[in-house]
């Protein structure tokens, strides 16, 4: 699916999508349950710069805070 890629970076992914020539990223991991995705951070993407511009890392730190019973997650039904 081209509006998905796994970047590499401790099982970080991205949903890519763009509405009114911006392109957005939303950024997150597979998990924590069978068949779920979850999304951590919402990113703008232009030109290989991300803003945030420590959106990878964010990311990674609200995963971890999940895992570590420091945060939480809310499930939104599409």
Known sequence: M???KHLG???LCEVR?????VQYRALGFFGPGEHTFSLYV????KQKVYNPPNAFDL???RS???????????ERPF
Not at 17 to 21: D, G, H, P
């Open 64 to 74: 971890n805070n999940v895992k570590n019973g420091k945060g939480s997650l809310r």
């Open 42 to 45: 919402g990113a703008t993407h």
């Open 9 to 11: 970076r401790k099982g």
């Open 2 to 4: 081209k509006e998905f």
């Open 59 to 61: 990311a990674i730190k």
């Open 17 to 21: 999508f763009s509405t009114a020539n």
